[in-house]
């Protein structure tokens, strides 16, 4: 029989589950309290957040879409959730089990399509939205400058030609 505490459990984590773009499993063996409080902070500030749960409920709470899930809430699991973006939620959770060996990140889902560590990785090694628009901003903006900088060159010419005249007129015109 379910208790009212489960019950609210399943219905939080469906609420918070509901139009996420990303959710990541990890299992959090061996990390402290300081450690969770930490990896908590980082994820918070890229908006997404870090839940532990307890496999059996989370199976109750995951929806069809999120059906891959189920078959990786083995042990000890922890929930990233996000619904902004995955590249960012990628790299903090990629830097942090860096330095934390304890985290062992299990697969992800990832705007519909499930993606195994390597492919998190892949992701995580991504550049940023803004470098990506910076990149593309450089990309059009180069060939751009180029056209401007072709168009001026006869105007520019023609100046550089009747300026170089008008210092050989001068130097060849008698002095009085």
Do not use: C, W
């Amino acid at each position: 029989m379910p208790t009212q505490e489960k019950i609210e459990s399943v219905e939080d984590l469906k609420r918070r589950l509901s139009g996420v773009k990303t959710v990541l499993l990890a299992e959090y063996r061996g990390l402290t309290v300081q450690q969770l409080s930490d990896l908590r902070r980082q994820l918070r500030s890229v908006s997404a957040e870090y839940k532990v749960v307890k496999n059996r409920l989370a199976k109750l709470a995951l929806s069809k879409d999120l059906a891959g899930v189920h078959k990786l809430l083995k042990g000890p699991t922890g929930m990233v959730i996000s619904k902004e973006d995955p590249v960012a939620v990628a790299k903090v959770l990629h830097t942090f089990a860096r330095t934390n060996q304890a985290l062992v990140i299990k697969a992800g889902f990832v705007e519909g399509q499930m993606l195994e560590p390597a492919g998190l990785k892949a992701l995580a090694d991504l550049p940023s939205r803004e470098a990506l628009r910076a990149q593309i901003v450089g990309a059009i903006q180069g060939p751009l400058a180029q056209l401007v900088g072709l168009l001026q060159a006869p105007q520019r010419e023609l100046v550089y030609v009747l300026a170089q005249r008008g210092k050989n007129a001068e130097e060849t015109s008698p002095t009085t």
